[in-house]
């Protein structure tokens, strides 16, 4: 029987996706690849050459109908509390206070352009 064995990629429409690639990278560190204007983040215990891609799609793609743009991400952080402080210091919006229950700790934003965002930082 097949399965799902990860996640392949997080992908969304945007305004201007080479300004918001730029505050994700000077704001959190991505490593932007300029062939595809997004990052991947390799992981170690996923099969080989397994990644989760982030990356912005022009604001007219049609590639994400019938659904709206109603959305959620979430990225794994380091340091929660400093990557909040960062996203503070860049202009982003928090929402709320940290919250921790058994899996971690997590905290919200809005990004430039609007989008919720949760970190996790994992227990």
């Given at each position: 029987?097949?399965?799902?064995v990860g996640?392949?990629?997080?992908?969304?429409?945007?305004?201007?996706?080479?300004?918001?690639?730029?505050?994700?990278?000077?704001?959190?560190?991505?490593?932007?690849?300029?062939?595809?204007?997004?990052?991947?983040?390799?992981?170690?215990?996923?099969?080989?050459?397994?990644?989760?891609?982030?990356?912005?799609?022009?604001?007219?793609?049609?590639?994400?109908?019938?659904?709206?743009?109603?959305?959620?991400?979430?990225?794994?952080?380091?340091?929660?509390?400093?990557?909040l402080?960062?996203v503070?210091?860049a202009?982003?919006?928090?929402?709320?206070?940290?919250?921790?229950?058994?899996?971690?700790?997590?905290?919200?934003?809005?990004?430039?352009?609007?989008?919720?965002?949760?970190?996790?930082?994992?227990?």
């Amino acid at each position: 029987m097949g399965k799902v064995v990860g996640v392949g990629g997080v992908f969304f429409k945007s305004k201007d996706r080479k300004a918001l690639a730029q505050w994700y990278q000077d704001t959190l560190g991505f490593a932007i690849d300029p062939s595809y204007g997004g990052t991947s983040f390799l992981q170690t215990n996923a099969p080989d050459k397994a990644c989760t891609v982030w990356g912005p799609f022009k604001e007219d793609t049609d590639y994400f109908e019938p659904s709206s743009r109603e959305f959620m991400l979430n990225f794994i952080v380091d340091d929660i509390h400093q990557c909040l402080e960062q996203v503070e210091s860049a202009g982003g919006t928090l929402i709320g206070e940290p919250s921790e229950d058994d899996m971690g700790i997590f905290g919200w934003f809005m990004d430039p352009e609007g989008n919720k965002i949760e970190l996790w930082q994992v227990k």
